[in-house]
C-alpha cells in the first residue's frame, strides 16, 4: 500500500456491486462479555477498545483466554478476526503486524506505518490461503494507550468477493476506538487516507456576524469519502429486520467522523455569538445558542445533493453546497455537541424527514415539542421551515413514527 488516495477512491465505485452480495456466513453462537452501548458497539473496557459493527456480525470462535475472537456476519461472506497482545508481547504495532501475518497459511501482506490518535499503528492489506480457499482483507494494528497491550483486526472475504466486499470491510475497521476521544474522531482508515493538512478560511455570517475560521483542504473529500462508504453499508439493510439499528450506525459514523473536523468551526462560532445567545436568553444561553444556530442553518439553499446517499457531508454544507433535512440536521448536532450542549438526531421514513434535539429548556408552554433518545428529552429544531425551536408541523408529530439517534 502506497500513501495515495487512488486505492481507496475506487472504494466508492463498488456501492452497487456490494449491495447484490447477500451471501449467508454459517457461524455458531459463543457468549462475549461486552457493554452494549449500541446494537452491535463492541466494548473491551478492559483493555480500552470498542468497535461499531455494521449489523449482523456474531461470535464465530474463541480462544478460552479471551484474547481472540471471531466474527462471521449472516448477510455477507465477510469475517473479522481479532487478536489482543499483552504489553511487551511486541514492540511496536508494526511488528504485530508481521507477526500475525507470518503465522497465518501461504500468507503475505503490505504495510505502512503511521500515527493516529497519538499511538503507533500500522494499517495495510493482506491475503492467505486456508483449506484450499484463498482470502483477501484489510489489517490494521494498533498499540492501546491505556495498557500499551497491542491490538490487531483481520477483516476479509473470499478472494473472489473481496472487492465487492471491500467497502463493507473498511467500515467495520474503520469503526474502530481506542480511547474515548475516538469517538469524536476520523476513524483509523480514513485518518490514513486524508491526513490533516494544508487550511482553508472560511467565512460565515450568522446573526448578521461575520465569523472567521478554517476547514482543513481535505475535509470535504474525506467526509464525502465516509459518507459514501457507510451508505454502501446502509444499502444491504433496506428490507431487513435491523434497518433502524443500520440507520442509527450510519449517523453515528458521519457524525464521528465530522465531529472533530468542524471543531475548530464550532469554537469560533460559539466565541462569536456567545453574548448573543445570552441576549436572546439569558435564562439558558445554550438555548440561545441553539435558536441562533437554528435560523442560520433555515436559510440554507434546499438540494438534494447528487450522489447514492442524497446526503451533503457537513464540511460541503458550511461551504455553501445546498443540503437537506438530515444535513442541517447532524450539522447541528455536530456543532452544539462541541459547545457543550447535549443533542440528539431524528429521523422518519414515514415522513422522509430529519430533525435534531437540544437538551435545552423551552422558551415557553407553545414552544415545548420534544422527543426522546434514550433517557433524555430533546428540544425540536425544524432546520426546512422558519420556525423556532421547540415548533413542528403538526403532520408530524406522531413520535411512533420517528427513529431517535443517540449521539456518543
Known amino acids: 500500500m502506497t500513501r495515495t488516495d487512488t486505492y481507496l477512491k475506487a472504494l466508492l465505485k463498488w456501492c452497487n456491486t456490494l449491495k447484490t452480495l447477500f451471501l449467508c456466513a454459517s457461524f455458531a453462537t459463543f457468549s462475549l462479555s461486552i457493554t452494549p452501548l449500541f446494537a452491535e458497539m463492541i466494548v473491551d473496557n478492559d483493555y480500552g477498545w470498542s468497535l461499531d459493527l455494521p449489523e449482523g456480525f456474531s461470535v464465530a470462535d474463541a480462544t478460552e483466554d479471551g484474547m481472540s475472537y471471531l466474527f462471521s456476519h449472516d448477510r455477507l461472506p465477510v469475517s473479522l478476526a481479532m487478536r489482543l497482545y499483552n504489553s511487551g508481547t511486541y514492540e511496536s504495532a508494526t511488528a504485530a503486524f508481521d507477526g500475525v501475518i507470518t503465522k497465518l497459511p501461504n500468507a503475505r501482506g503490505e504495510r505502512e506505518t503511521f500515527t493516529w490518535r497519538n499511538t503507533d499503528c500500522a494499517l495495510g492489506t493482506f491475503s492467505m490461503q486456508l483449506n484450499n480457499t484463498n482470502y483477501d482483507g484489510w489489517v490494521t494494528s ?119 473536523r468542524l471543531k475548530r468551526v464550532a469554537f469560533d462560532m460559539q466565541n462569536a455569538l456567545a453574548q448573543d445567545a445570552a441576549q436572546l436568553n439569558s435564562t439558558d444561553a445554550a438555548q440561545g445558542m441553539a435558536q441562533l444556530l437554528l435560523t442560520w442553518t433555515q436559510s440554507f439553499a434546499y438540494a438534494r445533493e447528487k450522489n447514492a446517499a442524497d446526503f451533503t457531508s457537513l464540511p ?79 403532520d408530524f408529530s406522531d413520535t411512533s413514527k420517528w427513529l431517535s439517534v443517540e449521539l456518543p
Open 316 to 394: 460541503a454544507a458550511l461551504l455553501g453546497e445546498g443540503c437537506d433535512c438530515d444535513t442541517r440536521s447532524l450539522l447541528l448536532c455536530v456543532l452544539l455537541e462541541n459547545m457543550g450542549t447535549k443533542t440528539a438526531l431524528f429521523v422518519s421514513r414515514e415522513y422522509s424527514h430529519a430533525v435534531f434535539g437540544a437538551e435545552v429548556a423551552s422558551v415557553s408552554a407553545q414552544e415545548n415539542a420534544r422527543m426522546k433518545a434514550g433517557d433524555r428529552e430533546f428540544l425540536l429544531g425544524e432546520t426546512t421551515a422558519h420556525v423556532n425551536m421547540g415548533l413542528i408541523a403538526q
Open 142 to 260: 494498533v498499540e492501546l494507550p491505556s495498557n500499551r497491550a497491542h491490538l490487531v483486526l483481520l477483516c476479509y472475504a473470499d478472494a473472489n468477493t473481496a472487492k465487492a466486499c471491500e467497502q463493507f470491510i473498511v467500515s467495520a475497521l474503520n469503526s474502530l476506538a481506542i480511547d474515548r476521544g475516538s469517538y469524536y474522531e476520523p476513524g483509523i482508515i480514513t485518518a490514513y487516507a486524508y491526513p490533516q493538512g494544508e487550511k482553508q478560511e472560511l467565512n460565515l455570517t450568522i446573526n448578521n456576524r461575520t465569523i472567521k475560521t478554517q476547514l482543513n483542504a481535505a475535509d470535504v473529500e474525506a467526509a464525502e469519502f465516509v459518507v459514501a462508504c457507510e451508505y454502501a453499508v446502509l444499502s444491504l439493510y433496506a428490507g431487513n429486520a435491523k434497518w433502524q439499528e443500520a440507520w442509527q450506525r450510519y449517523y453515528r459514523a458521519i457524525f464521528r467522523d465530522s465531529y472533530g
